[in-house]
Nanobody, 117 residues
Framework: QVTLVESGGGLVQPGGSLRLSCAASGFAFSSYTMCWYRQAPGKERELVARITRNGGITNYADSVKARFTISRDNTEKTVFLQMNSLKPDDTAVYYC??????????WGQGTQVTVSS
């Protein structure tokens, strides 16, 4: 059974930090590019960050560059998102996704991040 389980979300004040984790099981984790997406209320889901299979290449949305860092541990089958200098606009449900050039892709259930004073 394939699972992606996100954790680490919560309520944080503006300027604070959170570290999200996504633990994978049931598929060949190291063969997949891993992504973090987010969806704010009333908005479309958007790509936040992506990391290639061996972690050699990362990409970020302009809105999070220099504040967020994506990383992965293929031994532990986990992908991380370190989020610093958080802003209220970062409030959203954050999802991890496993993808490659052909189906299937896998999604986690999401974790809520709320940035508010």
């Amino acid at each position: 059974q394939v699972t992606l389980v996100e954790s680490g979300g919560g309520l944080v004040q503006p300027g604070g930090s959170l570290r999200l984790s996504c633990a994978a099981s049931g598929f060949a984790f190291s063969s997949y590019t891993m992504c973090w997406y987010r969806q704010a209320p009333g908005k479309e889901r958007e790509l936040v960050a992506r990391i290639t299979r061996n972690g050699g290449i990362t990409n970020y949305a302009d809105s999070v560059k220099a504040r967020f860092t994506i990383s992965r541990d293929n031994t532990e089958k986990t992908v991380f998102l370190q989020m610093n200098s958080l802003k209220p606009d970062d409030t959203a449900v954050y999802y991890c996704k496993a993808e490659r050039n052909w189906p299937p892709t896998y999604w986690g259930q999401g974790t809520q991040v709320t940035v508010s004073s």
